[in-house]
Nanobody
Framework: VQLQASGGGLAQAGGSLRLSCAHS????????VGWFRQAPGKEREFVAA????????YYADSVRGRFTISKESAKNTVHLQMNNLEPHDAAVYYC???????????????WGQGTQVTVSS
């Protein structure tokens, strides 16, 4: 199983970026794809997740209302639209996949490489 994250870069505070996670896994309806992020010196933290079959979404409180996770089934891709970015959103973002929803790293079996998001104030 391969997960390929892309779309990171530099944005100004208040700006937007869209991350994408392309995967090679044949997801079952109960599969979950999530995004985590890790800033320097901090623990990796949950950002958002989506159930592949139903499209039900979950968000960390810190990003709810600003970030939107969505799936593009035909392309086996999950997107994370990040709007109104704030300096504290700067981190390496990772996509992950698993068979159940959760907010901890151990809930996800497969991980992609990270993509850097930088936010200038």
């Amino acid at each position: 199983v391969q997960l390929q994250a892309s779309g990171g870069g530099l944005a100004q505070a208040g700006g937007s970026l869209r991350l994408s996670c392309a995967h090679s896994w044949r997801f079952f309806s109960s599969s979950v794809v999530g995004w985590f992020r890790q800033a320097p010196g901090k623990e990796r933290e949950f950002v958002a997740a989506i159930r592949w079959g139903t499209g039900i979404t979950y968000y960390a409180d810190s990003v709810r209302g600003r970030f939107t996770i969505s799936k593009e089934s035909a392309k086996n891709t999950v997107h994370l639209q990040m709007n109104n970015l704030e300096p504290h959103d700067a981190a390496v973002y990772y996509c992950a996949a698993g068979s159940q929803y959760g907010t901890t790293q151990s809930d996800y079996r497969y991980w992609g490489q990270g993509t850097q998001v930088t936010v200038s104030s």
